[in-house]
């Protein structure tokens, strides 16, 4: 039986008319790769069909759920968004950033080891596992270890990234031997803070902190 | 043998002993002066090798070939074009990765390049061991020379090996690894290059093809007649960059470093640890958060006392020797030749020899200033000023280093211009030269003076104290406004900078560059002040209406006075428009001091001078004597004023009062103004005379600043900033004296 089908009888079952509109979320339903809410539903299907309503997409998802046609989860790491998946994929859970706020699905065997595990400690048949993962994304880490070299501390290794900006002040970084994978370590601020004194292929170099922050660089 | 002498030059960092081993390659046939119409030294000097004559040009100290600084144009052009028969790499053996990026660039242009591997000594004493075979095998066949220039070793090796290196037939064959994309689009440049004969003939085509891709601003700019090429290698670069991920510059530089990486590798031994070396034992007091910023006004202290007061009695001692033997002889020489008191004796009297005075007195001063400016720079601390100051310069739109020439600036306009030379971006160094003549300078006090005592009395020292806070107000506003009109558009300058190693300043060297700079300021502005001086006599001496005839005419039938009578309108709104005071103003264009003279002059008349009619001519011998007595004292005077730093220095600090040292017990011989004094009250007003006196402050201070300035920047600078400082002074002083009248002042 496919899901169409399924579908279909769940619906009639609790009094439901299969209306053209609820054929086009069924459809979508069986076609989406990854777990949907209801708004992103919605929007998919207003493409479709402009004159279908939110409280329809809510009604409908609501009555499959019941009848076990799909399932529900909720993600992020304060549970405040619910999406459904339908019932014969996986078990899925949600990665979510807590930078950019971006929602990863992913999986692991571990899931299905711990289904077991959990059922034979409390000897039950355990059917869902509500998992959520939290932490930054991998464009988000990578962002946010990006330094420059303004930023170092004194006593800190680090090695060039990068030099960005353009023209005679980035010629004469690269000219004074700052290029990719070199070794750089700040000595010391002036008086003022500005500018700063750093050791670089052996040899003092004072740049001023607008110069230092065209310099990428990386920890250790 | 080649009947024409051959041409080498000496390419190097800066701070890597290249003067040094200038000094020690060409010994004293040495000829200092500007690259032409640039405003960068330029050193020649001779050496000979087994009889022949070479000549070595001494190219400015660069880190890079690129075209974003004038230095390294420079260089990069003499290469390209004058093609040197060898070119010395001095490299600093202690930093060899950074030093041998300029040799990669020096082997792109494909002139033979011999390596003077300096200060190897430090280098050995720091624990490095530099295998001098291997590194000459990696880089292709260069060969490389220990020397230690400090003491003259390696020079008869280096002279050999510059011998070698000048027959055709030795080949040198280094290649840089370049990113394979980068490679391919360089060769197919290169072959473009080759097939234009006019571009192949005066380049080196890899070198051009590189610098394409660079987008060098200066070669695209020399190239624009070729605008397919041009549009070939902006295509090429546009490859380059779909294919890498990175610009070519980016993969220009990646490249030199890499090789200078498999070139030391196996040839350079240094130790893992680096141990802290006494210089950064120095540096962590002379930099340090709060010691460092006194520190270094302590410093700048100094040299102001030694350009303003220890520099004083030496000064006076030239003044005495022109004033007094020099005129009696020439007086005595022209009584044989029957010229006495004739115009010959006149324009020699009156115009010559006060020229003559007005060029050497300045002798001294430029002395002690290049003393204590090659002390500054030879020992690193000059970067150390630069690195502490850098912040609160920049604020006020200048350098850390524009610190010192405004400093100079309070005690002589001419070595405060002369010290702008310790900033190496020519803008920056312009806009400094041009602020400093702002600084009220040691020869306008007496004038404040004068005029204060006249119409102030006691409370002089207000109107005087005033003045200088106008002068840097003055200076402050017009660097912001220049930064925000003229220096607009300029990208900005990089401030990147290496902090050297401390070192001992090398006594021989800071004495000969004192030497040669002085000795140039005497040849070069030498003749622009003599000219002025001999130009303002004549004026004086030509008779333009009335009784007088030449070399006897009462000043306001001369010349000068026309002048100053046509001019004197236009000083009316400012409150001093009578030719009297418009006259000693023009003469002040010759020396601030004048001033006084010539006011005197024209109000209290021509002071009888007491020794000249009665006492006897001295003699040969007592003129002798009193060259000599007089060296002692002066001598004797500036030590003096050298132990009197101490107390000065001490007396800053409030309520320290500790007497200065005077070992001759001279009084100061002040000169009697008061009948000036009397006759200015009957013909100003105060406010006038302050209005003046801010004229004063604000105009060209002389013309010894007006040929230092000529000197170093260039006609056209000289002529906007004469322009801008009258403007200035005018304004000011209009605005002094109708604001005053306006507030009820004018009484």
Known sequence: MTFQQQARDAIRDSGGRITPQREILFDLLSHVEEDIDADGLYRLAAQQDPNISLPTVYRTLNTLEDAEVIASQYVSTDHERKVYRVNDKKDVFHFTCSRCGKVTQVTSHLVDKLRQELGSQIGADVLTVCMCAGGLCEDCRKEAQIMTLDQLQNGQPAKVVKITGKGAVRRRLMDMGLVRGVQVEMVKAAPMGDPVDYLVRGYHLSLRKSEAQMIEIDLG | ?747
């Open chain 2, 1 to 747: 043998m080649a009947v024409s002498s051959m041409k080498i030059a000496l390419a190097g960092n800066p701070n890597v002993g290249k003067s040094t081993l200038f000094n020690a390659l060409t010994g004293s046939k040495q000829h200092v002066g500007n690259w032409p119409g640039k405003t960068v030294e330029k050193k020649e000097g001779q050496l000979y090798i087994a009889g022949q004559e070479v000549i070595v040009v001494d190219l400015p100290g660069t880190y890079s070939l690129t075209a974003y600084s004038i230095e390294e144009v420079i260089s990069r052009d003499f290469i390209v074009h004058e093609r040197p028969g060898v070119v010395v790499a001095v490299v600093d053996a202690v930093n060899l990765e950074r030093n041998l990026y300029l040799v990669t660039q020096l082997l792109e242009l494909q002139v033979p390049v011999v390596i003077a591997l300096n200060m190897s000594d430090i280098a050995q004493s720091r624990g490095f061991h530099i295998d001098t075979g291997k590194l000459s095998v990696q880089l292709g066949g260069v060969p490389v020379i220990k020397t230690i220039g400090t003491r003259g070793v390696g020079v008869d090796a280096l002279k050999t090996a510059i011998q070698q290196l000048a027959s055709p037939t030795v080949k040198q064959a280094a290649s840089i690894d370049y990113d394979p994309n980068l490679e391919r689009e360089i060769q197919q440049l290169e072959a473009t290059i080759q097939a234009i004969p006019a571009l192949a003939g005066q380049y080196v085509p890899r070198w051009l093809a590189i610098k394409l891709l660079e987008e060098d601003e200066d070669i695209v700019a020399r190239l624009s007649a070729y605008p397919a090429l041009l549009t070939q290698a902006t295509e090429a670069a546009g490859r380059i960059e779909a294919a890498t991920d990175d610009d070519a510059e980016t993969l220009i530089t990646d490249g030199r470093y890499g090789f200078i990486n498999t070139v030391i590798s196996g040839a350079l031994y240094r130790p893992q640890v680096a141990v802290e070396t006494r210089s950064d034992k120095l540096d962590r007091i002379l930099t340090h958060k709060y010691y460092g910023v006194p520190i270094f006004l302590l410093m700048m202290w100094v040299v102001f006392q030694m350009t303003a007061n220890v520099s004083a009695p030496m000064l006076d001692w030239v003044d005495g020797i022109i004033s007094g033997p020099i005129t009696h002889w020439v007086t005595a020489l022209l009584g044989l030749l029957g010229l006495e008191s004739t115009w010959v004796s006149s324009l020699l009297l009156d115009g010559v020899i006060p020229g003559v005075g007005g060029v050497l007195v300045f002798v001294p001063v430029l002395t002690t200033l290049y003393l204590a400016i090659g002390a500054l720079e030879d020992s690193g601390y000059m970067a150390r000023a630069a690195f502490v100051m850098d912040r609160v310069m920049r604020a006020m739109g200048l350098h850390g280093k524009s610190f010192l020439p405004m400093l100079v600036g309070f005690g002589c306009t001419v070595p405060a211009v002369y010290a702008t030379r310790t900033l190496e971006n020519e803008s920056d160094r312009k806009l400094t030269g041009f602020l400093v003549t702002f600084m009220s300078c040691g020869a306008r006090l007496p004038v404040y003076l004068v005029i204060g005592a006249a119409f102030f009395g006691a409370r002089s020292g207000n109107l005087i104290f005033g003045l200088y806070i106008l002068g840097i107000a003055i200076a402050l506003l017009t660097g912001w406004g220049l930064k925000r009109t003229v220096y607009r558009n300029k990208p900005p300058q990089p401030f990147v900078m290496e902090l050297p190693p401390y070192r001992a300043p090398r006594l021989r060297d800071v004495w000969r560059q004192t030497w040669e700079r002085t000795s140039e300021f005497v040849r070069k502005a030498g003749t622009i002040i003599l000219f002025s001086t001999m130009v303002i006599w004549l004026l004086m001496a030509i008779p333009a209406r009335g009784e007088g005839e030449f070399n006897d005419v009462a000043p306001e039938n001369s010349v000068f006075g026309v002048v100053s009578q046509v001019a004197a309108p236009i000083f009316e709104p400012a409150g001093f428009g009578d030719w009297q005071a418009t006259g000693s103003l023009i003469t002040g264009f010759v020396a601030k001091e004048v001033i006084i003279g010539s006011l005197s002059q024209i109000y209290v008349g021509e002071a009888e001078t007491v020794d000249a009619v009665d006492e006897p001519m001295p003699t040969l011998t007592e003129d002798a004597a009193f060259i000599g007595s007089s060296f002692v004292d002066a001598a004797v005077l500036t030590v003096q004023e050298v132990v009197n730093i101490v107390p000065r220095t001490l007396n800053l600090v409030p309520f320290v009062q500790i007497p200065e040292a005077d070992f001759l017990g001279i009084a100061g011989d002040e000169a009697d103004t008061t009948a000036l004094e009397a006759a200015l009250t009957q013909a100003y007003t105060p406010l006038a005379a302050v209005a003046f006196s801010v004229f004063i402050l604000l105009y060209t201070p002389c013309m010894a600043t007006v040929a230092a300035m000529r000197q170093e920047f260039g006609r056209q600078f000289v002529f906007y900033q004469i322009a801008y400082t009258f403007g200035i002074a005018w304004l000011a002083a209009v605005v002094v004296f109708q604001g005053g009248t306006l507030l009820g002042f004018g009484g």
